[in-house]
DNA sequence: CTGAAAGCGCTTACAG
DNA sequence: CTGAAAGCGCTTACAG
């Protein structure tokens, strides 16, 4: 490999006047001959400053952990994107990480921060972490910012903007004439979940509608919960004539459900899922879903750990907007059902 | 941070001993004594080696990159759990690369090494790489594996056992007494497509069987590759009565194209794709797959890149072997094909 | 405007 | 059996 002295050899200068040029200089410190010279060196010498070294010297690393719990889920691809190219842009490697490692294997994180292999964590918990778990993440001096999860507390956040998203989602169902509409939502204790939900329920009210309490689930987010919903959902009284489904993984178990009963998707029910992936168009009917800013949440996470970004804060990302996109699994209710049947399902006591 | 002075002092020894105590020592040439007395003040001050200058000295960096084209495949979740897995009990951190920046981005890679901020890359190429650019990767002194692509050429390759998994899948359907049988292909020129359709052919002979032309498509992994393949397949004047689907991407998009003609799997068409993953069990009706050890492909990658690791080698993980997941989407042939329509379909010239 | 020197925290021949 | 010393390749006060 070739090195700094090499540089300064060829070009006629101390090791520490090509340190200077190449950094792009502090003071500006040099004279234009022997900038031009040392720029010329390099480039022929192909130099490439060794990392370890740099590093070395000023405690910076130029390495991100981006921690996940699933990577198999809707928003990884997509965030992981944002998040790489604004790391590529900045020159920063990203280092992938599990969240489940978190508890396997305490020391693990606490590992790569001690030996100096990172200048910052990107973390989005597993659904319905509690509490004291982050307060374990908080001693280490490196910077932490939890995305995607919690929207307070003591380390630095940045979500996105559920409720818009849910909003979106209820005034199209809204538009199309639904009034019977029913939540399939995230985990009891999944932040993100509480926030749909909560957004959920405002956004009826503000529509003035009811949403019975049988219509709204709190299965979770994967493929199998969603499908576990879908059979609670079905087994109602009376049925909703439009779905929530506040992720598209469970929006896929949905309607599989849905079609196991030889009940038609939007004929008999609409569906509406959060987070546009792929799939989403290769399902039939393909999804109507709400597209979230999920690569401008990756990056954002990038930015949030640089050293210019001050002191804890609750960040939430809402540019570009959410976006409808519009398929063929959402359309006007049938006659089917005429009456208003969103009434809150005060069962008698047994 | 607690650094090894830190430690010998504590122990009252030089930090030479120290290094050798901890790094488990080449010739053990450490007293008993010496050896628990550095031990505990390790523990004690909670020492962890930093990973900048051990890196700078010994020019071993602890870190593999993976590239990979796709992070929304079907592949890559478990592969790179599987890779981060070993490299984990390694000590290894896994830097995550997309393979587009090769294309993009022609420094990315080469500066990553030159930087020398990896030991080896794990690379799975985009679907039909020239071969040109495989030579230019070999110019870096770094170890390189590619995996899931090629199986031969100047870099050591790991693949899976396209043909043991191909044979499991037409195997079945030839139990359930299917003779009409098409193909849903990778892209021309996909190694792994090349590789699957040649397994297929050849497990259709082994059978006594012939596939029509008609019935293979040659139009890629992705959902809409499927679809498109399906509506190719669907327009044939004869149809098959199953469908081996070379990756379950693709397989969403076949099935939701005979969702929308309003045709039945397995009813009127049998489906069986390579690869389980989640959503295979989140469709309707859920897919029968066939299960291949990616996780086992990732954790030899990181293997092939270990110091030990001899040459170019090419490798075929088949251990454990590919496996059949039965769900609902095979089933025996309905009596409406009656007629051994397997025939060449040779078109007269125009 | 530029160079000589120190030092980041390790590991490892080389002595003793 | 253990220590003193050199050096990995940088960056950056400090002189001049």
Do not use: C
Not at 93 to 112: K, N, P, Y
Not at 209 to 237: H, N
């Amino acid at each position: 490999m070739v090195k700094l002295s090499d540089v300064a050899a060829l070009a006629g200068v101390s090791p520490a006047a090509v340190s200077r040029v190449l950094s792009g200089d502090t003071t500006l410190r040099v004279s234009e001959g022997t900038r031009q010279r040392v720029m010329a060196a390099a480039q022929e010498l192909e130099y490439v400053p060794n990392h370890a070294a740099r590093s070395l010297r000023t405690s910076r690393t130029s390495t991100i952990a981006l921690v996940v719990p699933d990577v198999t889920s809707a928003v990884f691809a997509e965030l992981a994107r944002g998040a790489e190219d604004e790391a590529g842009a900045r020159g920063l490697a990203i280092v992938l990480g599990r969240a489940e490692r978190l508890q396997d294997d305490r020391e693990w994180l606490r590992r790569l921060v001690g030996e100096g292999r990172i200048d910052g964590v990107i973390l989005q918990l597993p659904d319905g972490t509690p509490p004291a778990d982050l307060e374990a993440l908080v001693v280490q001096e490196t910077p932490i910012v939890v995305i995607n999860s919690v929207d307070d507390g003591p380390l630095s956040t940045i979500v996105l903007d559920d409720a818009a998203g849910i909003g979106l989602a209820v005034d199209h169902l809204r538009q199309l004439g639904h009034t019977d509409i029913g939540l399939v939502g995230g985990l009891l204790g999944s932040a993100t979940g509480v926030r749909r939900e909560t957004a959920f329920r405002s956004a009826m009210t503000d529509a003035g509608l009811r949403t019975p309490e049988g219509w709204m689930t709190r299965l979770g987010y994967a493929g199998t919960d969603g499908r576990a919903a879908a059979i609670q959902l079905l087994e109602s009284v009376s049925l909703p004539t439009a779905l929530v489904v506040a992720n598209l993984n469970a929006a896929l178990g949905v309607l599989a459900e849905i079609h196991a009963r030889d009940l038609r998707v939007p004929g008999d029910i609409s569906i509406v899922a959060m987070h546009d992936v792929w799939y989403a168009d290769a399902t039939w009917p393909p999804i109507t879903t709400v597209r979230m800013p999920l690569s401008e949440l990756g990056a954002a996470a990038i930015g949030a750990l640089m050293p210019g970004a001050s002191g804890v804060t609750h960040t939430v990302i809402n540019s570009p907007p959410p976006q409808l996109v519009l398929r063929r699994s959402t359309a006007p209710p049938t006659s089917r059902h005429s009456v208003h049947s969103a009434v809150d399902s005060k069962e008698p006591p047994p």
